[in-house]
């Protein structure tokens, strides 16, 4: 049973949730809260699994709760947030300091089965995941990679989900400006894949974008799947480009990184780098096997970083991995791959 505790200061999102919750067996709403102050006192009286959160709260708002709860009693966080620029903005900062998914929060927008298959799917996944206490950040040193190859014609694949957003920022950061075109299928809802790349945008050496239909896939850029949008890498010539498309979810996810892995076996092939990251289920094996049997050169992350060893778990059994790395050795891993 996944005890859960629903942190909202609105009394009808807190119920929605709840009675959502309730129809499942393996879930049971322990209690709610309505702002950080009340969670404290039930976190310690309940000891709960998984929290649900909300941003926007009054007293203390929940990015500053969350900081705290990490760095002092680390809890799997799944947050619920509206779709808002500035909350979406919020969210990612949520996911930065630890919390292990976002849901859309229930209104206009979102039907309440809509906002229950999701927010079901992200406890669930929640109450497995390896959550760490938060640190003060130590600034990383950067790798200083001196790439001797064509980046015209090279392509870098990176799949995650559950953790992915922090796995991605730590690989893309380390990426010298004359980096090969990448593309990235982040699971996250639509509304939210624009403010991840335009936080990575800030922090990166290269470019970094969600994607439109058509955009070219050059060097020194990164594009990043719109939520609900698969995307495929097509080419023309010596030129790459992404392919926005709608079609059914695969693994229940769209994006799914099966469908850009093995849009990326059929173009690129052996000029092509696959990663997989941390992530629940299994989206992605099939497409790595694929790269990887074109010629692809292909890295999953290893056991103790992911926060969720799912998606590479399952890559490394299907039989499409060449190399198990640690999260912080994958862009040295990337460029070495390249360089052969």
Do not use: W
Not at 106 to 124: M, T, Y
Not at 155 to 170: L, M, P, R
Request: hydrophobic fraction near 45%; proline fraction near 6%.
């Amino acid at each position: 049973m996944i005890r859960v505790l629903v942190v909202d200061d609105s009394a009808v999102v807190r119920r929605i949730i709840t009675e959502e919750l309730s129809k499942f067996e393996d879930i049971e709403v322990v209690g709610g809260a309505i702002d950080p102050y009340m969670a404290r006192e039930k976190i310690a009286q309940l000891r709960p699994d998984v929290l649900t959160l909300d941003i926007e709260m009054p007293r203390m708002d929940g990015l500053s709760f969350l900081d705290k709860l990490m760095k002092h009693f680390p809890l799997p966080v799944v947050v619920v947030s509206s779709l808002a620029p500035e909350n979406s903005a919020n969210a990612l900062r949520a996911l930065s300091l630890g919390a292990v998914d976002i849901v859309s929060k229930p209104g206009s927008q979102f039907s309440a089965p809509d906002v229950q298959k999701e927010l079901v799917r992200a406890i669930r996944t929640a109450a497995k995941a390896r959550v760490f206490v938060r640190k003060d950040k130590i600034e990383e040193k950067t790798v200083n990679f001196k790439p001797q190859l064509e980046t015209t014609h090279k392509i870098i694949a990176i799949g995650a989900s559950t953790g992915g957003t922090q796995a991605v920022e730590k690989v893309l950061t380390q990426f010298p400006a004359n980096s090969p075109g990448t593309i990235v299928v982040q699971h996250m809802p639509a509304g939210f894949t624009a403010s991840f790349a335009d936080r990575l945008n800030k922090i990166c050496k290269i470019e970094v974008r969600e994607a439109r239909n058509g955009d070219s896939v050059a060097p020194g850029v990164a594009l990043i799947a719109p939520g609900n949008y698969h995307l495929l890498l097509q080419r023309s010539g010596a030129s790459y480009s992404v392919v926005l498309k709608n079609g059914p979810a695969v693994h229940f996810q769209r994006p799914s990184v099966d469908v850009m892995f093995q849009s990326v076996a059929r173009n690129a092939g052996r000029n092509a780098v696959g990663v997989i990251l941390t992530g629940m289920g299994a989206d992605g094996a099939a497409g790595m096997f694929q790269m990887h049997e074109t010629g692809a050169k292909t890295i999953a992350q290893d056991e103790d970083s992911c926060v969720v060893f799912g998606m590479p778990k399952e890559a490394i059994k299907a039989g499409g991995v060449d190399e198990i790395i640690p999260l912080q050795q994958i862009p040295q891993g990337i460029f070495q791959m390249l360089k052969q």
